[in-house]
DNA sequence: TGAAATGTTGGGGCG
DNA sequence: ACGCCCCAACATTTC
């Protein structure tokens, strides 16, 4: 292999060219350069929501390469085979790539690097997904943080690489090898419910990543600390669609932030918090990854959950059907903007691991049918915080009462009227959109009247407390 | 990044 | 002036 030869990126949760470590080297080189997307068995198996968001962002990536005079490539099967495939049509000599850092990607990836390097080629993985490599974070007895404070504490001042320039040119190689139809995908096919509901709401690609953190600096961001808890509020930064995806890349947000915290700007400093928190999860995730699938905490396996998920009231959970204004409100904006604002998750998580005591996986299983911005690492540590089974999670008797939460977060109800239509004379419109997203089978309609409680709030926290207090561990 | 029960304090009304 | 009660406002404890 020459060193001409092209230098194939295979792109996964990095579709960006502003601040893509990968990308950068490789245009550096001069090399011609093969953006690829490979449709393998974990793209395979991504939930509902998050695989048609991909399908959408692959193909805004795709649109972004050919402003740039370069594509993305999309081929579909086993990882391996389609790179070595890809490498013998185009005389590749170097595979580029971002880390993930999920145990399936994590294994994945290390066998492919092993492979590709056995063949003579120059196979490279490159950081950018995360601002501190969770390796590099460790405590002073040289283990991993399971407290957030100190975590924070430990990497606030490390520095944190300055965004790079998206390149000014990608050298195309002389031909362009074949590439599958997106459409061929059929990475929607899984949306059983309205896409056409949730795409309105959808944050696509890089250039709108962008505008909406400049827009947030220049608004948001000095009331951030107080109105990021008010779900009734724009008050959020809305980039976590992005980050998952990699369409912006937290280095650049930390920067921003950083320049807003020079500039006094009073919100900033939690912004960079909310940014280490995702930082956080991505650190546990890899120390622990049993909190993806397994109670953190392994005492929590003797809880008497609630796990049966054709229970009626995990039904009136997933439908938004509770009876309870806030917790019904946050599970409707869920389903029909494929996102939840940060005070309702953790409202509708207490709610069903507390008051109806259900695993907190039947939650987490379906924020990741539902969600655009899903994250494995930050829906597993979200779940287990909220369930008390996690580490630095909530004590498992702090138990939220919804109706206080809505005095204390939705004052003037702007949240809740936003979402739920029953029992208003002069519905809002984005509330009405869930009757288009649901599907027929659920059989209910904007004119019924708002669903009784299906438990009194007394009675489901006394329940919750009780087992907690005769539990065995 | 709770909520509710219980405890403490201090001001005001009143005999 | 004093004791007593009431109660709101906090503070602490408990789950």
Redesign the pocket.
């Known amino acids: 292999m020459s060193e001409t030869s092209p230098i194939i990126i295979w792109f996964r949760r990095d579709l960006r060219l502003t601040d893509h470590p990968a990308l950068h080297a490789a245009c550096d080189s001069g090399r011609p350069v093969i953006p690829v997307y490979i449709h393998d068995d974990l793209v395979a198996d991504l939930r509902a929501a998050p695989k048609w968001r991909l399908g959408l962002g692959v193909g805004a990536f795709d649109d972004a390469l050919r402003e740039k005079s370069s594509r993305l490539v999309l081929r579909k099967g086993n990882a391996i085979e389609v790179l070595r495939k890809l490498i013998a049509d185009t005389g590749a000599g170097a595979v580029y790539w971002s880390r993930l850092y999920d145990p399936q990607s994590t294994k994945r990836d290390t066998e492919i690097k092993e492979a590709l390097k056995d063949d003579g080629i120059d196979a490279k993985s490159f950081g950018g997904h995360l601002m501190f490599e969770p390796w590099t974070v460790e405590t002073q007895a040289g283990g991993y943080y399971k407290v957030?404070t100190p975590f924070w504490n430990a990497v606030k001042n490390k520095g944190v690489d300055a965004p790079l320039s998206a390149p000014t040119s990608i050298k195309a190689p002389e031909t362009w090898p074949q590439s599958d139809d997106l459409d061929s995908w059929n990475m929607g096919a899984a949306m059983d419910r309205g896409a056409d509901v949730v795409r309105p709401f959808v944050q696509l690609g890089e250039k709108a990543a962008q505008s909406r953190l400049g827009a947030f600096m220049a608004r948001g961001v000095g009331d951030y600390k107080q109105t990021r808890?008010i779900p009734g509020v724009d008050g959020t930064s809305n980039l976590s669609e992005n980050l998952s995806l990699g369409e912006i890349s937290p280095h650049q947000c930390w920067h921003a932030g950083q320049r807003a915290l020079e500039d006094g700007k009073q919100g900033a400093e939690t912004f960079l918090k909310?940014l280490v928190?995702r930082e956080f999860a991505y650190h546990l995730m890899h120390h622990s990854p049993r909190i993806l699938t397994d109670n953190w905490r392994e005492e929590w396996a003797e809880f008497p959950w609630n796990e049966d998920e054709r229970r009626a009231e995990v039904k009136a959970w997933k439908q938004g059907r509770t009876g309870e204004p806030f917790v019904d409100a946050a599970m409707r904006e869920l389903y029909i903007t494929g996102r939840m604002h940060?005070?309702g998750r953790?409202i509708v998580a207490?709610y069903l691991t507390k008051h109806l005591m259900c695993h907190w996986k039947i939650g987490l299983h379906w924020f990741e049918d539902c969600l655009i911005d899903w994250d494995p690492a930050s829906n597993a540590m979200g779940w287990q915080?909220s369930a008390g089974s996690g580490p630095d999670a909530?004590?498992y008797?702090?138990?939220?009462?919804p109706e206080?939460?809505l005095d204390?977060f939705d004052k003037n109800r702007d949240y809740t009227s936003r979402w739920i239509a029953e029992g208003r004379s002069n519905p809002h419109e984005d509330a009405l959109r869930y009757f288009d997203a649901i599907p027929r089978r659920w059989n209910i309609s904007p004119g019924d009247p708002y669903p009784e409680k299906i438990i009194s709030?007394?009675e489901g926290?006394e329940r919750a407390?009780?087992s907690?207090?005769n539990r065995n561990f």
């Open positions: 957030y808890d909310e928190w940060n005070r953790m207490s915080w909530t004590p008797f702090r138990v939220f009462n206080t939460q204390k709030l007394d926290r407390l009780d907690y207090k």
